[in-house]
């Protein structure tokens, strides 16, 4: 990441987990958190360290508000138990939570084209995509389920380690398509790029560690090695570097 915005990139990763870890946690002032966060979008009303955050961020960055208040949303759907019912409420909850952060860190790093937003959301969708399905029965023990009931039907509805290979694969192929169409506005950003491409590179190798796990063949978490990821991160970085 480039040296003047590292910061403000570790104040605005600062806000989105904060925010996340209190719905992650169950704490009782999320609520509070994210209306905190809706008043200083409207209003610019300041009354937590969130919002000082926030505040502080726009005196150099233009930051888009309206996405700030999907993420909230998102994180709204999560505390009030969410059933999702098709693949489209999916990439909606997907885009909320995850994809918005792509759109809020287009702000900070700055992009050519206003269609950027588009594809910064595209990454963060195939990333959250990609965490639902490492984190499947990790979720089914806390008693969530990311997984659309019609997906659950076309599929079967058996979660269960070494029963869930169709579905894994159908997700990871969907996750794959929202990486393809991310990764090609990354030329857009005018800084950060090489660190996106990391970023994405090692997230993405995820998928392919589940791959190589059997898709759910066994349970528990599918974590690629250190070495594999800076493997992975290396060789799209090198790979940019030498097409240019």
């Not at 590292?6 to 990763?13: M, N, P, Q, S």
């Not at 380690?161 to 990764?183: K, N, Q, S, T």
Request: charged share 25%; hydrophobic share 45%; glycine share 8%.
């Amino acid at each position: 990441m480039p040296r003047r915005l590292r910061a403000d990139v570790y104040l605005l990763y600062l806000v989105f987990r904060t925010l996340d870890d209190l719905v992650d946690e169950g704490d009782p002032a999320a609520p509070a958190a994210m209306t905190a966060v809706d008043a200083w979008c409207e209003a610019g009303t300041v009354t937590t360290r969130e919002t000082a955050v926030l505040a502080d961020l726009a005196r150099r960055h233009e930051l888009p508000r309206a996405a700030l208040q999907d993420f909230c949303a998102g994180m709204r759907d999560d505390l009030g138990g969410l059933h999702l019912q098709t693949e489209a409420d999916l990439e909606l909850y997907c885009y909320r939570v995850a994809g918005t952060v792509g759109v809020v860190m287009t702000a900070l790093l700055g992009s050519t084209s206003p269609v950027a937003d588009r594809y910064a959301g595209a990454l963060g969708i195939a990333m959250q995509r990609t965490n639902i399905l490492r984190d499947i029965d990790e979720d089914l023990a806390a008693g969530r389920c990311y997984v659309p009931q019609e997906t659950l039907e076309r599929f079967g509805d058996d979660l269960r380690p070494g029963h869930r290979a169709a579905l894994m694969r159908d997700g990871i192929a969907r996750a794959d398509a929202w990486f393809d169409e991310g990764l090609t506005g990354v030329t857009l950003l005018r800084g950060g790029r090489l660190a996106i491409r990391s970023a994405a590179a090692m997230y993405r190798e995820i998928l392919r560690q589940i791959e190589r796990e059997g898709h759910g063949a066994a349970p528990g978490r599918a974590v690629v090695p250190t070495r594999r990821k800076l493997l992975v991160a290396t060789r799209a970085t090198v790979l940019r570097r030498d097409r240019a």
